[in-house]
C-alpha cells in the first residue's frame, strides 16, 4: 500500500491502542476494516465523527471500509461506558435509522464508485435476525469462557460496588454478539480489523478471540482515544443536548458556533482529528494561531472545514452571516436572508413579545413597540429619549420616532428584530 494507514493516524492522535501486527497487515495489501454505529437515532451525532474520520482516512489509505449499523446489537445495548441500560428500539425504527444514517455517511465515504475499495454499509439485524437462542449458545457461546467475559472493563465497572444497579443477561452478551459481528464480516468478505472508541477494545478484542477459535484465523483491533475537552465537559454535547450532524436537530449556525467556541487546546486536537488538512498546514496554522491567540484563527479554520465538510459550503458562508448578525455590521437584508431556525437559534434567550397580525398591518408606531405593547423599554417616555438619540433600531437599521413597523419589516413573515444601543435585543413575534 503507498499509504501507511496507522501513521496517518498516528500523528493525529487518533491511536489510543493497536494490536501488535496490524501495520504490517495493512501494508501488505488492500484490507478491510469496520467500525460500528447504533442506530439509537436518525442522525449521528459528532461524538460518531471520529470513526466516520477512521473509515474516510483508512478509504483513503486504499482500503475497503465497512460501517455496520448496529440493527441487532441497537436491540441489546452496549453496557460499554454506560451506568445504566437503555431503550429498546423496534425493527421499523431500526430500518429508518439506518436508512437516515447512510445518507449522512454517504456525505464522507464513497459507497456508490466502482472502486475495489467502495465503501459498503451493512446491517447486523441481518444476519442475527435468524440465529435461534439455541445455535448462539452452542456455536458462538461455547467458544468463549464467562471467566474471559467477567474480566472485561465494562463488565468489571458494571458489577463493581460502586455501580447502583447489575448489569442483565442481555447486555452480558452484548460482547459475544458483538464478537461475532467480526467473526461473521471476517467469514462472508474478508473484514481483517475491526475499529473503536478505545471503550470497545473489550468488546473488538473478543471478536479477534472468535476469529481465532472458530475461524482459524487473525483478526485485529484498533482503538482510539474518547474525545474529551480541556474544561472537564463533555465533548459533543451543549445545554440543549448533543449536536448533531442533521441540520433539523442542529442548525448549520449552531454547528460551526460549537466548533468556534472550542478553547485553543482542544482546537489543536481537534484539528488534527476532525479534518483532512495535512500534517504541514496544521503546524502552520498552530504556528500562526499561537502568534496571534486571539484571532482565533485556528478555531475558525477547524469550524469552517466542519461544517463544510458535515453540511455544504453555502450552509457554510450562511453561518459565517447568521454569527456577524450578533458582532458584525450586517443589515436587514442579511437579516432577511435567515431561516426561521436560525433565526430563533441565533437570538436564543433575546426577550420576545407577542403582537397581533392586525396591529402591523395597519402599522405599528415605535413608542408602542417599545413601550406600550412590549416593555421592551420600561415606558413610552424612554421610548421618546431612546428615539430622539438615534440609539434605536429595526431589524439593524437607525429609525426616527415617525417610523411605522409593516409587513414589510418582518424577516419570515414572523419576526421583527429591535435594538437598543449595540447590545441590547428583542424580538417581536408576530401571530
Known amino acids: 500500500m503507498e499509504k501507511n494507514f496507522v501513521q496517518e493516524l498516528q500523528w493525529r492522535g487518533m491511536i489510543h491502542d493497536v494490536m501488535p501486527g496490524a501495520e504490517e497487515h495493512l501494508m501488505e495489501a488492500m484490507r478491510a476494516a469496520y467500525v460500528g454505529i447504533d442506530p439509537t437515532a436518525d442522525s449521528l451525532h459528532i461524538g460518531h465523527l471520529v470513526g466516520v474520520m477512521m473509515l474516510k482516512h483508512f478509504q483513503l489509505a486504499g482500503h475497503k471500509p465497512y460501517a455496520l449499523v448496529g440493527g441487532a446489537t441497537g436491540m441489546i445495548g452496549d453496557p460499554s461506558g454506560k451506568s445504566a441500560e437503555r431503550n429498546l428500539l423496534d425493527e421499523e425504527t431500526l430500518r429508518h435509522n439506518q436508512e437516515a444514517i447512510k445518507g449522512q455517511l454517504s456525505r464522507f465515504l464513497d459507497f456508490e464508485s466502482d472502486v475495489p475499495n467502495a465503501a459498503v454499509l451493512v446491517n447486523n439485524y441481518d444476519w442475527m435476525k435468524d440465529f435461534s437462542f439455541l445455535e448462539f449458545i452452542r456455536d458462538v457461546g461455547k467458544h468463549i469462557t464467562v471467566n474471559y467475559m467477567m474480566a472485561k472493563d465494562s463488565v468489571k465497572k458494571r458489577l463493581s460496588a460502586d455501580a447502583k444497579e447489575g448489569m442483565s443477561f442481555t447486555e452480558f452478551t452484548y460482547q459475544l454478539v458483538q464478537g ?252
Open 180 to 431: 461475532y459481528d467480526f467473526l461473521h464480516l471476517y467469514q462472508a468478505y474478508d473484514c481483517t480489523l475491526q475499529m473503536g472508541g478505545s471503550d470497545q477494545w473489550g468488546n473488538i478484542t473478543t471478536g479477534t478471540e472468535l476469529i481465532r477459535r472458530i475461524g482459524n484465523g487473525k483478526g485485529y483491533a484498533l482503538t482510539c482515544p474518547l474525545i474529551t475537552k480541556a474544561d472537564g465537559t463533555k465533548f459533543g454535547k451543549t445545554e440543549g443536548g448533543n449536536v448533531w450532524l442533521d441540520a433539523e436537530r442542529t442548525s448549520p449556525y449552531k454547528f460551526y458556533q460549537y466548533w468556534l467556541n472550542t478553547s485553543d487546546e482542544d482546537a489543536e486536537k481537534y484539528i488534527k482529528i476532525f479534518t483532512f488538512l495535512s500534517q504541514q498546514e496544521i503546524e502552520d496554522l498552530v504556528t500562526k494561531h499561537k502568534e496571534v491567540p486571539h484571532l482565533r484563527e485556528l478555531q475558525r479554520k477547524l469550524a469552517e472545514e466542519v461544517t463544510t465538510m458535515v453540511h455544504s459550503k453555502e450552509d457554510l458562508e450562511n453561518a459565517i452571516k447568521a454569527s456577524a448578525i450578533l458582532f458584525g455590521k450586517s443589515t436587514s437584508e442579511d437579516l432577511k436572508q435567515l431561516n426561521e431556525k436560525t433565526f430563533l437559534d441565533v437570538f436564543e434567550g433575546v426577550p420576545q413579545a407577542q403582537i397581533a397580525r392586525e396591529e402591523i398591518a395597519s402599522g405599528l408606531d415605535m413608542i408602542g413597540a417599545l413601550a406600550a405593547k412590549t416593555e421592551f423599554l420600561s415606558s413610552n417616555g424612554e421610548a421618546r429619549r431612546e428615539l430622539k438619540q438615534n440609539s434605536i433600531s429595526v431589524n439593524k437599521e437607525k429609525v426616527k420616532e415617525d417610523y411605522l413597523i409593516t409587513d414589510a419589516d418582518l424577516i419570515n413573515n414572523k419576526f421583527v428584530l429591535l435594538q437598543r444601543g449595540k447590545k441590547n435585543y428583542f424580538v417581536l413575534v408576530v401571530e
